[in-house]
């Protein structure tokens, strides 16, 4: 099995305040060159890790201008799965991708979902299988039980490498303790062999630990213009597993991305060059990364939860408003 990952592509159309260049343009190029690179070297697949679209609902012209580049892959025979993350969808509740542009894409067979239900399955000669699993990002998935990165509900093989994507804030070192998040130590039990995640876009490269693998190439762009994004260079992996399940990852540069200084505004670093940047720039970017200050009302809604005196069903309705609320204000957008 051959197939490309890549992840938090974040397309849209609206510069975000930090760039300098055409964002939009530079998405959809660095978009093309990974599929170019995909038919050029004959993989059987590309899988993205979450946050396929910035928002829930693109314009036109961001789905025409990708759609483009699927009609590429599909000429060529390869197909393009995904996890739904949290900016694809709505009031973080994956049942509102059919809502969506990326479940427009789906419903269009243009891409094809990653969850327990849709994997992707690969029979080896030998009698050995490489199973590929998706966890789309739900609220709390960083929480204490970590069953989303663990896979204990999951029968596995003994003669099965299984691979799970996953869109959560899995991280290399712990952070503080008021923003949830996943080390990898947390989740040396898991039954995937591979763990791929994205969310965390200053990614951690590839992690090897007890057995198992972790990785995250970081965000195919950069949103914004901390430190660490100004210095690096976004990535994508080329991921080969032979029948032995001999495990060989290589993670590429996108050759078309201009350095941090070309495309990124310096006015943050120059204002914050004198702070302690490590922890202030670590920070910024899991933030960035969580929109905590964008989605606070659910951090009051999850308070109101924990009362005793609340129904199920106001509950319910609570969060359907809210969800409705977020796409109303997209639709403004």
Do not use: W
């Not at 969808?89 to 809502?99: H, M």
């Not at 490590?278 to 910024?284: G, I, T």
């Amino acid at each position: 099995m051959k197939f490309v990952f890549l992840t938090d592509t974040h397309i849209k159309e609206k510069n975000p305040i930090n760039r300098l260049d055409n964002y939009f343009e530079t998405v959809i190029n660095k978009i093309d060159e990974v599929a170019h690179f995909a038919v050029d070297n004959k993989v059987d697949f590309i899988v993205h890790g979450g946050d396929l679209f910035d928002t829930p609902t693109v314009s036109t012209i961001c789905l025409v201008k990708f759609n483009r580049i699927l009609f590429y892959l599909k000429e060529n025979n390869i197909n393009f799965y995904v996890v739904s993350g949290n900016h694809d969808i709505y009031g973080r509740n994956p049942d509102t991708l059919p809502r969506t542009h990326l479940g427009l894409l789906e419903s269009f067979e243009a891409v094809e979902m990653l969850d327990r239900y849709n994997t992707v399955e690969e029979r080896c000669s030998n009698g050995r299988t490489i199973k590929i699993v998706g966890t789309p990002y739900i609220y709390k998935m960083d929480g204490e039980d970590k069953k989303a990165y663990l896979l204990n509900d999951y029968e596995k093989d003994d003669n099965e490498f299984l691979i799970n994507v996953v869109h959560g804030m899995l991280l290399e070192k712990p952070f503080i303790k008021e923003i949830e998040h996943t080390v990898v130590t947390d989740i040396l039990d898991t039954k995937a062999d591979l763990t791929l995640s994205g969310h965390y876009h200053t990614g951690f490269g590839v992690i090897k630990l007890n057995g198992k693998t972790f990785l995250n190439p970081g965000s195919l762009t950069r949103c914004s213009n901390t430190t660490e994004e100004y210095k690096r260079m976004p990535q994508y992996a080329l991921i080969e597993i032979n029948e032995d399940f001999k495990l060989d990852i290589k993670l590429i540069d996108v050759k078309c991305a201009k350095p941090g200084f070309e495309v990124l505004d310096r006015e943050y670093i120059e204002k914050h060059k004198n702070d302690k940047l490590e922890v202030l720039n670590f920070e910024n970017t899991i933030r960035e990364a969580a929109n905590f200050d964008k989605y606070d009302y659910y951090s009051v809604l999850e308070e109101i939860i924990k009362s005793d005196n609340v129904e199920k069903a106001v509950i319910d309705e609570a969060k359907k408003r809210l969800e409705r609320a977020e796409e109303d204000i997209h639709g403004q957008d």
